[in-house]
């Protein structure tokens, strides 16, 4: 069982940056797919960012369009942790945002979520 722990959300005014933190815990997630989603009231859960292990020390990253050269994804599995950087946010931003573990597509394991609101 892996449990998983959102933090760093917040209110932030448009233009500015947040960091989300998700701390894994039951078991070491080196090489488990990392993926951040978001949800905003009366819309479909969206995926953000994601985190895939490539084989040894390689890590690839995939971005939603939506977010490419604004979000970060980072990880540090000393810690069992990966990042969220958050740049340049705009008020579509403003989600519930999760962090999941497991295979792409299955996404094994869910945190409760960090609310995101970014203020015009």
């Known amino acids: 069982q892996v449990r998983l722990v959102e933090s760093g959300g917040g209110l932030v005014q448009a233009g500015g940056s947040l960091r989300l933190s998700c701390a894994a815990s039951g078991r070491t997630f080196s090489n488990y797919a990392m993926t951040w989603f978001r949800q905003a009231p009366g819309k479909e859960r969206e995926l953000v960012a994601a985190?895939?292990?490539?084989?040894?020390?390689?890590?690839?990253?995939d971005y939603a369009d939506s977010v490419k050269g604004r979000f970060t994804i980072s990880r540090d599995n000393a810690k069992n942790t990966v990042l969220l950087q958050m740049n340049s946010l705009k008020p579509e931003d403003t989600a519930v945002y999760y962090c999941?573990?497991?295979?792409?597509?299955?996404?094994?394991?869910w945190g409760q979520g960090t609310q995101v609101t970014v203020s015009s």
């Open positions: 985190t895939r292990w490539g084989g040894g020390s390689i890590y690839y990253a």
């Open positions: 999941a573990a497991g295979p792409p597509g299955i996404y094994t394991y």
